[in-house]
């Protein structure tokens, strides 16, 4: 069996003045759950209306910690020079900018 396909996932759509993002939330088989504020853990996993979050403000977590992809269209976020593949991240780092 594939681990990859048993995984959970939470894919969020997020509207920024630029443009759209998305952010896929996965849990891997061992993390306990991925909760996103404002939504109950079972029944419609859809947040309307839609959430206005401030800065720094809680978005999601999982319960144990996981994998998070973030996408963005063409001339979306640029991501900084010093970033590397493997880099332990804190939290409020930040990982780009918009043009």
Same mark, same amino acid.
């Given at each position: 069996?594939? &681990?990859?396909?048993?995984?959970?996932?939470?894919?969020?759509?997020?509207?920024?003045?630029?443009?759209?993002?998305?952010?896929?939330?996965?849990?891997? &088989?061992?993390?306990?759950?991925?909760?996103?504020?404002?939504?109950?853990?079972?029944?419609?996993?859809?947040?309307?209306?839609?959430?206005?979050?401030?800065?720094?403000?809680?978005?999601?977590?999982?319960?144990?910690?996981?994998?998070?992809?973030?996408?963005?269209?063409?001339?979306?976020?640029?991501?900084?020079?010093?970033?590397?593949?493997?880099?332990?991240?804190?939290?409020?780092? &930040?990982?780009?900018?918009?043009?």
């Amino acid at each position: 069996r594939q &681990v990859l396909a048993i995984n959970e996932r939470c894919p969020l759509r997020i509207e920024t003045p630029a443009g759209p993002l998305f952010m896929v939330l996965v849990g891997a &088989v061992i993390v306990g759950r991925i909760r996103v504020v404002g939504l109950p853990p079972d029944g419609d996993r859809r947040v309307y209306p839609p959430r206005p979050l401030e800065v720094g403000q809680e978005l999601a977590r999982f319960e144990m910690g996981s994998t998070i992809v973030l996408v963005a269209p063409p001339g979306g976020p640029t991501p900084l020079d010093s970033l590397e593949p493997g880099q332990t991240l804190r939290l409020g780092q &930040v990982i780009g900018h918009f043009a």
